[in-house]
């Protein structure tokens, strides 16, 4: 895939933390993540439920709902910190530099409304001055270059099909023409070829409009259709930065590993799927040291009792040979947060 | 192979919900969604017969049918040579003991104010098989072989103290505790995280082995599909338009439509990206389906034969049947 | 996976001991307080209402010195003081005793009213919203008839069709809480039985009646409980209004509401204390029932914790 076309990252995300009190404790929900997002690239943000993925991309536009609160770190588009801005700033900022799509597109669009009225809402909302037929020849300009067609726009979300309604809620947050799609789940609730569909979609915008996608799925298919590089969570924290072909076929944390290993593939023929063993950890309480290593096939001592930084790896994973190991300057850009690969405690 | 079920000409049809308003401006007439279409087929003793397809192709329909949850509109299930329709309710519910569903969402699978135990133990007590003590028994013995241990603490847990993985275990050992032979899984792992559905699958291979068990497994996720079945039969709008055994169906499609679903079916390897566009066009209605073969108009070989009259199930090579008119 | 609904767990050798029993009802309440919060209180202020009420009523001589029919019990129409706390009515009887032995009647005429409303709606809910049908219309037509009427003037009609006496007053207020259970348990009937583990319990082979007893009727049993305490919060006013009206028991037998017509009767010449105590006991009581089910409402249905 083509790398990024400017060297700036157009979004860094800096030592986040995220938190929610509950009745017995604190939900230590996303913790010291770092994270970069390139110009017209996509970052596929990978994990199970309960990682911290979802509130990691809710917090971006702040939309993280009390009583959870983001308890450190700051998040930089175009130097400006998000975190940091008046409610006013962000708010125009929302649907029109940054947006977010959803994973269910019949909830987030309102049932009562037509699709005409809420593409004039949004516009309306950051350009009060336009009149209406310049935002609706805006919007079927937008629709048209998703695949729908403009008499879509007199109709209301029920009467549109599952595929449609996730294209509108799509357009919705690109009639603005944003620098960053932050898109969650995106295709759950959408069948197989519909799917492939919206996937085609994405990788064109990217092309195209030069969009730049922070992916969050569990979906390791859909990730690997479409995201130049991917950042691996669990229990809250990064495990594992790289480009996208270097994840998943040198997968070097433990994680990664059984993850990768553990999905079925339709191209393969594969004898027995690899099993995680153990159960997902308890956020309240997290292991001591390294989240995982409880369920590490690859433990080791220091493990339990020191959390290893997010680095680069420094040495070749122990059950490589030195022949199979790519040189590390060949990797740029990896990052594991693994006490195997050599990082100093 | 003895047929365990065989299936023919299978059908259920809902009539479709109207309005007042629809009932004045289009008079009597009353619509139907075939959700079910005329679907023959056969199950082996055991082998493990997928059943896929997108939304509205009646795959979760038929598994319920199968096993009389709900009533067939026309056609007939043979199970062992008795025709399930004429069984009388009575009987019908002595002989689910031997017939079991595992349904989609664990969570509201188990009545939230049942323990596991006793969740699991429930058959046992509806077919009055042993008394109290000898079930608490076989469920304990039951919970260890399918991985819920420590099994007497988890015995008085609720559904709700549980995880997802642990949620599936306890369906699973509740559809088991009879000794059944046949079991339908509707999507068991569609809402399980990913790292628990490798468990799930590896756990349900266990378990036919030693509990020499078929199953009909529902799914709308291909790659699955691959990984579990011996055969599998593709579901389009009701009907069956592919049926092989595995290797065949994923190595030679025949119909449109599998090639289109395995085309479209997103790969977990950045290597190996699509290149092309999959076919256009979503599933139509299921109220108004087009004419002659449900996929004509999004297929890319559409002859004008195909509008005319529902292409037959043909056996193409043995065992691999598709109805497509195409050679 | 760690429940966080679970107490702090108990020490093992405490578990058998009294002692050791009473810590831990302590530590979970004061856990549960944790937990829930304002709900909680409210539960335990409207119980403990409750349960000294039900104390007054099992065992009132330990708390009022005076008989309550006693007609020469003190001075006549005499205010508060300390020899009669809630003073003496226009019959020399003290106040305070009519009170304390006042409160069986009304807890057991609310009690058993609701109890009997209880046992009739509930099964008829429960049948009617399972077999559905031509039955479950009928009975649902009936059942919104009575529902339709204001309770009052119901229970005022058959108050006077079936005369005065303990059982005809219990009766009378019965009648007008059944459709209420009727309307709740065949409401959530007809959800429950659209829910998957319903099916599944189909899928297991279990009789119609069996699902109805097993999976449905513990799943509707939690409202009912909360239903149940405002029922009767309900029940003693109704009760209270009945015999306010006159239409209540015979005069033998000591009632709040009778008091309350009494003290009406004299408040223009300056007595406060007929007509105060007796309505304050009433709307006390009833509080406390209702607080009890807003409690319970709040603290029985599960709440998932939002992740």
Request: aromatic share 6%; net charge positive.
């Amino acid at each position: 895939m083509d790398s990024p076309v400017s060297a700036e990252p157009i979004l860094q995300i800096q030592n986040l933390s995220i938190a929610y009190p509950i009745a017995i404790g604190t939900v230590r929900a996303v913790e010291q993540v770092s994270l970069e997002l390139g110009d017209a690239e996509a970052l596929g943000l990978v994990g199970e439920s309960g990682c911290g993925k979802s509130t990691l991309g809710l917090s971006i536009l702040r939309l993280v709902r009390p009583p959870g609160r983001i308890t450190g770190g700051r998040i930089l588009y175009h130097g400006r910190d998000l975190l940091a801005m008046p409610e006013r700033e962000i708010r125009a900022l929302r649907g029109k530099n940054i947006t977010m799509a959803f994973q269910n597109p019949l909830t987030s669009l309102n049932p009562l409304y037509r699709i005409d009225r809420q593409f004039l809402e949004t516009i309306r909302q950051h350009e009060p001055a336009v009149t209406r037929p310049q935002a609706l020849q805006r919007a079927e300009k937008v629709l048209e270059s998703l695949g729908v067609e403009p008499q879509r726009l007199y109709e209301y979300p029920h009467q549109l099909s599952g595929g449609m309604r996730q294209r509108v809620m799509l357009a919705l947050g690109l009639v603005m023409n944003p620098d960053i799609l932050v898109a969650d789940e995106p295709t759950t609730a959408l069948d197989v070829i519909v799917e492939a569909g919206f996937i085609d979609l994405l990788n064109s915008l990217r092309r195209d409009w030069r969009l730049s996608i922070l992916l969050i799925t569990h979906n390791l298919g859909l990730v690997a259709e479409i995201a130049d590089r991917i950042a691996v969570m669990y229990a809250g924290r990064l495990v594992e930065v790289g480009a996208a072909e270097q994840v998943f076929h040198r997968p070097l944390h433990p994680y990664t590993q059984g993850l990768i290993h553990c999905v079925p593939n339709i191209r393969v023929d594969q004898e027995r799927l690899a099993t995680m063993g153990g159960s997902p950890p308890d956020l309240v309480e997290p292991p001591s040291g390294c989240r995982f290593h409880p369920r590490c096939p690859q433990v080791m001592e220091i493990c339990p009792r020191r959390e290893p930084p997010l680095a680069s790896p420094l040495i070749p994973s122990p059950i490589e040979s030195a022949a199979e190991a790519a040189p590390q300057g060949g990797e740029a850009g990896r990052q594991v947060a693994c006490w195997l690969y050599g990082a100093r405690p | 192979m003895s047929a365990m079920f065989r299936v023919r000409s299978l059908s259920k049809l809902f009539p479709v919900e109207r309005s007042f308003v629809d009932l004045l401006l289009a008079g009597s007439r009353r619509s139907f969604v075939h959700a079910v279409d005329e679907v023959s087929f056969d199950i082996h003793e055991g082998e493990v017969l997928g059943l896929a397809g997108e939304s509205g192709s009646g795959k979760s329909t038929t598994g319920r049918l199968i096993l009389r949850l709900v009533e067939p509109s026309s056609g007939s299930i043979e199970y062992r040579g008795r025709d399930l329709k004429n069984i009388p309710r009575r009987e019908m519910e002595r002989l689910r003991a031997r017939l079991q569903i595992v349904f989609q969402d664990p969570n509201s699978s188990l009545s939230p104010r049942m323990s596991v135990g006793q969740a699991i133990g429930h058959p046992l007590a509806v077919h009055r098989l042993g008394d109290a003590r000898e079930r608490r028994e076989r469920v304990l013995e039951l919970m260890e072989k399918i991985g819920l241990t420590p099994a007497s603490f988890l015995y008085r847990k609720y559904p709700h103290q549980l995880s997802g993985g642990q949620c599936q275990r306890v369906v699973l050992a509740r559809a088991l505790i009879t000794n059944p032979e046949f079991i339908v899984a509707d999507e068991p792992i569609a809402m399980a995280d990913v790292s628990v559905r490798a468990l799930i699958l590896e756990l349900m291979l266990r378990l036919k082995e030693e509990f020499r068990l078929t199953y009909l497994f529902i799914t709308h996720d291909l790659a699955t599909a691959k990984y579990l079945c011996s055969r599998v039969a593709i579901m389009y709008l009701g009907r069956i338009v592919e049926l092989a055994e595995r290797r065949e169906l994923f190595s030679r499609p025949h119909h449109p439509y599998t090639k289109a679903l395995l085309a479209a079916v997103p790969i977990p390897d950045p290597a190996q990206r699509r290149q092309h566009e999959v076919v256009r066009g979503e599933i139509p209605s299921a109220i108004h389906p087009p004419p002659g073969c449900h996929f004509h108009p999004r297929c890319p070989y559409a002859m004008p034969r195909c509008r005319e009259g529902r292409p037959p199930l043909r056996e193409l090579a043995p065992g691999h049947f598709s109805a497509c008119l195409l050679d | 996976m760690n429940d966080p609904r679970k107490g702090p767990a108990p020490a093992s050798s405490a578990r058998c001991s009294p002692a050791g029993w009473l810590a831990r009802l302590l530590g979970r309440l004061s856990a549960a307080h944790r937990k829930y919060g304002l709900e909680w209180w409210i539960l335990i202020a409207g119980a403990a209402v409750i349960l000294f009420t039900i104390y007054m009523a099992a065992f009132p001589r330990t708390l009022a010195r005076y008989d309550p029919l006693d007609q020469e019990a003190g001075p006549q129409m005499a205010p508060p003081s300390r020899e009669h706390p809630m003073g003496t009515d226009n019959l020399s009887r003290d106040v305070l005793a009519r009170m304390i032995h006042g409160s069986r009647t009304i807890l057991g005429v609310a009690f058993a009213a609701a109890l009997l409303s209880s046992i009739i709606g509930i099964p008829l809910g429960l049948l009617s919203g399972f077999a559905g049908g031509a039955f479950d219309r009928v009975l649902s037509l009936i059942m919104d008839s009575i529902y339709s009427f204001p309770g009052l003037i119901l229970a005022i009609a058959f108050a006077a069709m079936l005369g005065p006496g303990v059982v005809n007053i219990t009766l009378s207020v019965a009648v007008i809480y059944i459709p209420t259970y009727f309307r709740l348990v065949r409401g959530q009937t007809l959800s429950i039985k659209e829910e998957l583990y319903v099916e599944a319990a189909r899928a297991i082979g279990c009789r119609r009646s069996t699902i109805l007893a097993r999976y449905i009727f513990p799943n509707v049993i939690a409202t009912v409980v909360v239903v149940f305490s405002l029922n009767i919060a309900d029940a003693i006013m109704t009760e209270a209004a009945l015999s306010y009206i006159g239409l209540g028991l015979p005069a033998g037998i000591p009632d709040w509401g009778m008091d309350l017509s009494m003290g009406k009767k004299f408040l223009p010449s300056g007595v406060w204390w007929m007509i105060t105590f007796p309505g304050a006991m009433i709307s006390t009581l009833a509080l406390g029932f209702t607080m009890l089910g807003e409690g319970l409402s709040e603290i029985l249905n599960p709440r998932l914790l939002e992740r």
